[in-house]
């Protein structure tokens, strides 16, 4: 009898770890930390990956087509995505806001909410589902980029974030999501690509701000 409740103890062990790694854990070898860093933050296409039977994000993060830096989701009622590069160095992490000042602005009607902070807790970024109505813009969601102070940045999205554009709707980046072939059919690819030609840039927070709301798409789409 102790043999047999020793054996579902580990049994139930190994199925909550893999829960929680989920099944896309293997990484290819990435690059010193400085040189994954500026290769994800100067990147024309990012690409990250997934599976729609995991329960939690982990991914290689491609900067044109070459991996570069990590993302790891931890935690399941409150989830961190830590960024990574070089040999698991942290970098910052991203996380879904629920209790800063950024969720109650006065006239503002928001929803969802990502921000971006270091690995000291200090902000770097939101990226906030808004309505908005301005001379260019039909009154609607968008998801509005602001830097650490809530200011908004040259540039918002519409709000499944296919395509990230300025004030006058000039589009500098687009995002899209495929799947895999008839035998990885619950594999999909998401990607963050530069406008060729733009000269307004996202930051790379930002960036991966888009990837979460994609894969929140993805997996609520199409998820079982």
């Known amino acids: 009898m102790k043999r047999k409740i020793q054996f579902g103890a580990a049994f139930i062990s190994a199925v909550l770890l893999l829960a929680v790694t989920g099944c896309g854990s293997s990484k290819e070898e990435l690059p010193p930390t400085e040189e994954g860093k500026e290769a994800l933050q100067n990147a024309s296409v990012l690409t990250m990956k997934g599976d729609l039977d995991d329960i939690v994000a982990d991914s290689d993060i491609w900067a044109d087509g070459q991996a570069a830096g990590h993302i790891q989701e931890r935690g399941f009622w409150d989830s961190k995505y830590t960024i990574s590069t070089g040999s698991d160095e942290s970098w910052f992490y991203l996380r879904y806001v629920t ?19 270091d690995m000291n807790d200090n902000c770097l970024g939101y990226a906030q589902k808004q309505i908005l109505e301005t001379d260019t813009l039909e009154r609607d969601w968008y998801t509005v980029f602001m830097d650490a102070d809530g200011n908004p940045k040259d540039y918002l999205a519409d709000d499944d974030i296919m395509r990230i554009f300025d004030y006058d709707g000039n589009v500098i980046a687009t ?41 929140y798409k993805v997996n609520s789409d199409y998820g079982g």
């Open 99 to 117: 209790d800063e000042p950024i969720n109650d602005v006065e006239g503002v009607i928001s929803g969802n909410t990502y921000g971006y902070y």
């Open 175 to 215: 995002g899209s999501f495929s799947f895999g072939g008839f035998f990885h059919y619950d594999e999909y690819t998401i990607e963050v690509k530069e406008e060729e030609g733009s000269e307004l840039k996202m930051d790379f927070g930002d960036k991966m701000c888009a990837f979460l709301r994609i894969r």
